[in-house]
């Protein structure tokens, strides 16, 4: 079956694939271009995302906002989703159940898109997407290629609030995948 953005925002509105769906005041689909050649996967909702439904508001959307501006980049030109789509209880990280239950969502938005960069925001972002031993401070800003598509990944904007002298680590990275964005779709 093709699926379409609106079938895929129907199936997520409604999902119970995992005990999330039970517990969520709203669902998170990716949000930004459907156009974009840049998409960032971060790992899940936090406690205001459930509350909108938006990816990436509150402190950390405004860190990520913030390293999109010193790099040229407006949240209008990329597109921005999660691994899961319900936010997991006390910020915790996703279960394997539970990214499983959910990764269908992100296999058919990526379909859709068709991203030319895929950045993985986090640890357990590129554990899933890169690779599962990845390791986020030695290997961030590296890339890797995987059918017509370059893969990255950075430091979660939440990581940055935690420890901000990685910003600067972080927008080097930014810029870098501005550059990359540059050389393979101008």
Request: hydrophobic share 30%; proline share 7%.
């Amino acid at each position: 079956m093709q699926y379409t953005w609106n079938d895929i925002e129907q199936h997520i509105a409604v999902c119970t694939q995992c005990p999330l769906g039970q517990t969520r005041n709203l669902p998170v689909m990716g949000r930004g271009s459907r156009q974009a050649e840049i998409m960032l996967i971060a790992e899940a909702p936090g406690g205001q995302e459930d509350q909108q439904g938006i990816p990436f508001v509150g402190r950390s959307g405004e860190v990520l906002d913030r390293l999109l501006q010193d790099c040229g980049l407006r949240r209008e030109e990329i597109y921005i989703t999660n691994i899961i789509k319900c936010h997991p209880p006390g910020n915790r990280d996703p279960k394997e159940e539970e990214k499983e239950a959910c990764f269908p969502y992100l296999k058919y938005e990526t379909y859709l898109l068709k991203p030319r960069i895929i950045v993985c925001l986090g640890r357990v972002a590129a554990q899933r997407i890169i690779s599962p031993d990845y390791k986020i401070t030695r290997q961030h800003g590296t890339w890797v290629c995987r059918k017509n598509c370059v893969l990255t990944a950075v430091y979660h904007p939440s990581a940055i609030l935690r420890d901000p002298p990685k910003y600067e680590e972080a927008k080097r990275d930014f810029c870098e995948i501005v550059r990359k964005r540059d050389e393979l779709c101008r």
